[in-house]
T-cell receptor, first 113, second 114 residues
Framework: DQQVKQNSPSLSVQEGRISILNCDYT??????FLWYKKYPAEGPTFLIS?????DKNEDGRFTVFLNKSAKHLSLHIVPSQPGDSAVYFC????????????FGSGTQLTVLP | KAGVTQTPRYLIKTRGQQVTLSCSPI?????VSWYQQTPGQGLQFLFE???????NKGNFPGRFSGRQFSNSRSEMNVSTLELGDSALYLC?????????????FGPGTRLLVL
């Protein structure tokens, strides 16, 4: 049972344009969401997070939107840069589960120069 | 501030052997979690330790175990290795001061079981 889903395995965008990565979840107990970026043979790097009491969080070029009623979140990267090319993972955590993260399967973002 | 460190970075073992992986969290971080990444199953939670106690455990067989020391460093052990245990093993640490804590990952240990 996949509780966190990233339905797009890959996404290509032109440098300077917006990248939008999507994530859906099924467990309504999730109350904290994180996005990580990962390069091959490296650990995930934290990008941005959002609590379920918010619907938007911004940090520089990265913005995460949360739609609780749709159980959907998205990561916007504006403007996209070639260095953003990596696999992006959405992760969710539910209160009471200590630090257990449930990850999506990832989306490979390629930013074309 | 140094990040999460994991040793060794690469390891080759044969079926039936056992292996111990080590994780040193960021200074001041008391929670350490372990994850397994494989191409087929993605990133899956193994277990989490806090104050030398296992606080949470994922759906892995008993061959996978761990422990945490008083300095928050953690080890995980896999006994009777199987080919399917070949994976990238990641550890993550956090301060554990609230539910909005961020977890920071180490570079991982790549284990190959032959």
């Amino acid at each position: 049972d996949q509780q966190v889903k990233q339905n797009s395995p890959s996404l290509s965008v032109q440098e300077g344009r917006i990248s939008i990565l999507n994530c859906d979840y099924t467990n309504s107990m999730f109350d904290y969401f994180l996005w990580y970026k990962k390069y091959p043979a490296e650990g995930p790097t934290f990008l941005i997070s959002i609590s379920s009491i918010k619907d938007k969080n911004e940090d520089g070029r990265f913005t995460v939107f949360l739609n609780k009623s749709a159980k959907h979140l998205s990561l916007h990267i504006v403007p996209s840069q070639p260095g953003d090319s990596a696999v992006y993972f959405c992760a969710a955590r539910r209160s009471g589960s200590a630090r257990q993260l449930t990850f999506g399967s990832g989306t490979q973002l390629t930013v074309l120069p | 501030k140094a990040g999460v460190t994991q040793t060794p970075r690469y390891l080759i073992k044969t079926r039936g052997q056992q292996v111990t992986l080590s994780c040193s969290p960021i200074s001041g971080h008391r929670s350490v979690s372990w994850y397994q990444q494989t191409p087929g199953q993605g990133l899956q939670f193994l277990f989490e330790y806090f104050s030398e106690t296992q606080r949470n455990k994922g759906n892995f067989p008993g061959r996978f175990s761990g422990r945490q020391f008083s300095n928050s460093r953690s080890e995980m052990n896999v006994s009777t290795l199987e080919l399917g245990d070949s994976a990238l093993y990641l550890c993550a640490s956090s301060r554990d001061r609230g539910y909005q804590e961020t977890q920071y990952f180490g570079p991982g240990t790549r284990l190959l079981v032959l």
